[in-house]
């Protein structure tokens, strides 16, 4: 069975045996899906016209390059504009690297924000910043994930903006992200579990890919899970076993969810990639990320509104056939390996084609798409030929939802170091996000003290919309 969210994951010891319920609440019946727990009923947010239906967010652990990929400087020094050469896009004025052409051939479709900003130079505290748009307490890289800190997008969309029950509204896959520890703002925190997406951790590329937890034991017939009573005992009895308070078995209008998700047939079609012809898999990459990107177009078109892909588990390392953006840990005298091996040719096949085939099945002016990384690198490249962290300066692609096409919004110096113009903070970029999908930025929600806070503290960059 899949492993859903482990409380070694994302909780702390206190809270072990209140996740174990969580989780497991179902897992007698081989249901693991993550929305059970009845969170604080709370009015729904005022709505502005949304632009966008759903975010495909691309989320690239460990910090790509703006410098090596949409913001090249090839008029800088050698040390700083690196190895890869320019060309032109599709878009005019926009360049991209030369090691990106098929990118370059959709740059008409995409927005650049040159100018991103912020101080956090550690991963999981940049990770937690990126995921959530909101500052974490301190820039440490031993930042854990606790009750205090801030849900992730995902969450804050299903609670804003509740979906119909039919399919999962926010659903996270292939990988928990670490660096250490888990890296906070991938789940609800004090929303509550009931706002959790879906966690899938297998492999969309996998000859075995599946989704046992939406499917029922064979002793187990579906008929009997719409007997609320004897779905109640059986949490019950397991609620029992752990010696866990009874609030916790608040499940009664979630059951209906569960059992609403298990029975349909749309959240079966959308995850059953085999239906895809073996042309448009081979276009997307055999490859996990590829994978996970196709089935996202899928999960979309399906209806779900928030789908996060997480490019690696880890932010990389001395491979160079998989793992994230984090350069800096070669020791060679070669430049960048794993960019030139791994990082570039799977960007350079995946990310147009997915963009294409969004515009091409009329999704994209619907479908707002983010690709970002917690960071940018350095503009100076290290003694180990590589860059290091760069918060300072990097670059966010937008598509769809209603963004410009073939547009650039703020710019950097002439080194790539620090924003030139109309700098943007996660903070923004937030605020942009939930403007796209019609929620107000300034919504308020409740953290577990029942203290309001604003689900964004930036403003939405209302200029990258046509």
């Not at 090839?74 to 060309?87: L, M, N, S, T, V």
């Not at 509104?305 to 056939?321: A, C, E, N, R």
């Not at 107000?440 to 577990?448: A, M, W, Y």
Request: net charge neutral; charged share 20%; hydrophobic share 35%.
């Amino acid at each position: 069975m899949t492993r859903s969210f482990a409380c070694s994951d994302f909780q702390s010891t206190l809270m072990s045996r209140r996740h174990a319920l969580k989780v497991g609440g179902l897992g007698l019946l081989g249901l693991t899906l993550p929305k059970l727990l009845q969170a604080e009923a709370l009015p729904p947010a005022p709505k502005l016209k949304a632009r966008a239906k759903s975010v495909i967010f691309l989320f690239q652990w460990g910090g790509p390059s703006h410098i090596d990929m949409f913001d090249m400087k090839p008029d800088a020094p050698e040390g700083i504009r690196g190895p890869y050469k320019p060309i032109s896009s599709k878009a005019d004025g926009i360049q991209v690297s030369a090691s990106l052409p098929k990118m370059a051939k959709v740059m008409d479709k995409v927005t650049l924000i040159r100018s991103m900003h912020h101080t956090m130079k550690n991963h999981n505290s940049a990770g937690y910043y990126a995921l959530t748009g909101h500052a974490p307490p301190s820039d440490d890289q031993r930042l854990r994930d606790s009750l205090d800190l801030f849900p992730g997008y995902a969450s804050i969309v299903d609670r804003l903006s509740p979906g119909n029950g039919v399919m999962p509204n926010a659903v996270s896959y292939p990988h928990v992200i670490s660096d250490g520890s888990v890296t906070p703002g991938q789940h609800a925190s004090f929303l509550g579990k009931v706002h959790d997406p879906l966690l899938v951790l297998q492999d969309p590329n996998a000859a075995s890919f599946a989704l046992p937890e939406l499917s029922l034991p064979e002793s187990i017939p579906f008929e009997r899970l719409q007997v609320r009573r004897e779905l109640q005992q059986l949490v019950d009895q397991q609620a029992r076993m752990l010696d866990y308070s009874a609030q916790a078995r608040g499940l009664d209008s979630y059951y209906e969810k569960a059992i609403a998700m298990l029975e349909s047939s749309r959240l079966r079609d959308a995850f059953n990639l085999s239906a895809e012809p073996e042309k448009v898999r081979e276009a997307y990459g055999r490859t996990s990320y590829g994978q996970s990107c196709l089935l996202a177009r899928r999960l979309v078109e399906a209806g779900t509104k928030f789908v996060t892909v997480y490019f690696s588990d880890t932010i990389g390392g001395q491979k160079t056939d998989g793992g994230g953006w984090d350069t800096h840990g070669f020791n060679n005298t070669r430049m960048f390996p794993i960019i030139d091996k791994y990082h570039l040719p799977i960007t350079e096949q995946t990310l147009p084609t997915l963009l294409t085939d969004l515009d091409e099945r009329g999704l994209l002016n619907d479908t707002l798409v983010v690709w970002m990384g917690e960071f940018g690198r350095t503009p100076n490249i290290n003694k180990n030929v590589s860059r290091d962290h760069w918060p300072q300066c990097y670059t966010t692609l937008l598509a769809g939802g209603g963004v410009k096409r073939g547009f650039v919004y703020g710019s950097s110096d002439k080194s790539g170091a620090y924003p030139a113009s109309d700098p943007v903070r996660p903070d923004d970029l937030a605020a942009t996000i939930y403007y796209a999908l019609g929620i107000d930025p300034h919504s308020e929600i409740r953290t577990g003290g029942d203290r309001p806070v604003l689900i964004a503290d930036g403003k939405p960059i209302t200029e990258v919309f046509a």
